[in-house]
């Protein structure tokens, strides 16, 4: 039978995240501010303080500032030099997790965060990293906190080899469907996580070949367990050249694209690789021709009604048809 792991994080993971923050990161962490980043009431971090100071024999100063309880820990700086990463480089993973942590939340980063609070404690007084330097815009993307049980399954089952029977519901579906899989790669796409597998043998049934190796957005993974199945990777598998070489991320056989584009849209396609035997053409009146080659027909005409009015879709023939029918049903809901 497969087997479920506990998302929960125990009372002693906390305890330790909590005397993290407050060692490694220099100055002062309202209560509100802690409570928020352990996901835990203010009455839980206020014991979680007590027990620190106790159990570790160390004072953890408490100031008040208005209306609002702070935590200060200042412990020696006793630690070499060369123990430390640079002020350039913890600025680089700074900025790397804040890119990024929207994608999979606080508790998801923290073994990273630790990372960058540890080593930022050990700067000199006087190459102190600002806080806020980087942002990130998160409208239309996902919260992954309630799937983060299903990632570490996934994490788990490519780290040990073992086949995942997952209960997995496609966004038109009433209900889940159950498969296994071989679990391959986990990868970010357009702010949503996807994972990249191979079918599996159910137990019991004939396996058949697919087409199509199975393409699985993690928000749609309703449940998955680790199996006592052990699988081989397979040699054949290369994600850059399945994944990055083409326009596309879902895989329906390829096709060549061309496309024209005018104004600020011409700017914007050619700043960017769209596949990797992508064709720019520069007319004189500012316009380009774009030609390359894709996957999916569905995302090749989401892409360019993107564009509005500055692009146009040349070829090929029948996908230029379904474009045009698109465009009615459009128009269609507005008269």
């Known amino acids: 039978m497969p087997r479920k792991r506990n998302p929960d994080i125990s009372h002693g993971d906390k305890l330790l995240m909590l005397f993290a923050m407050l060692f490694f990161r220099p100055g002062s962490r309202s209560l509100t501010q802690l409570a928020a980043e352990l996901g835990c009431s203010k009455q839980a971090v206020a014991r979680l303080v007590d027990q620190i100071e106790s159990g570790y024999s160390v004072r953890i100063e408490r100031q008040m500032r208005g209306n609002r309880l702070y935590y200060v820990f ?5 630690y070499p030099p060369a123990a430390m990463l640079s002020a350039t480089e913890l600025n680089t993973l700074q900025m790397c997790r804040a890119f990024t942590e929207h994608l999979l939340g606080t508790e998801q980063f923290g073994e990273a965060m630790l990372t960058i609070e540890k080593s930022t404690r050990l700067l000199p007084e006087d ?17 992954y906190s309630p799937y983060r049980s299903q990632l570490r399954t996934l994490v788990e089952a490519m780290e040990r080899k073992c ?5 997995y519901q496609r966004i038109l579906d009433r209900k889940a469907a159950t498969f296994r899989i071989k679990p391959l790669k986990i990868f970010a796409h357009r702010e949503s996580i996807y994972v990249h597998a191979r079918y599996a043998k159910m137990p019991g049934e004939k396996f058949r070949a697919p087409d199509y190796d199975p393409l699985l957005a993690l928000h749609r993974i309703k449940d998955v367990a680790l199996t006592e199945a052990k699988f081989v990777f397979p040699k054949d ?27 600020w849209a011409a700017g914007f396609v050619t700043e960017r690789v769209w596949s990797t035997d992508q064709k720019i053409k520069h007319r004189k009146d500012g316009s380009v021709v774009i030609e ?3 996957t999916s027909e569905p995302e090749v005409i ?6 509005g009015d500055e692009a146009k879709l040349l070829g090929p023939s029948e996908l230029v048809e379904k474009l045009k029918k698109r465009l009615q049903s459009v128009q269609q809901l507005y008269t």
């Open 74 to 78: 200042d412990p020696p700086r006793k």
């Open 127 to 143: 190459e102190a990293l600002p806080e806020g330097n980087f942002g990130v815009l998160r409208f239309g993307s996902i919260d």
């Open 163 to 167: 086949v995942c029977e997952v209960k």
């Open 237 to 263: 598998y290369d994600f850059d050249r399945t994944m990055n070489r083409q326009f596309g991320v879902i895989h329906a056989g390829r096709f060549a694209v061309k496309a024209e584009f005018t104004g």
């Open 292 to 294: 390359f080659t894709a």
């Open 302 to 307: 989401n892409w360019i009604l993107n564009f």
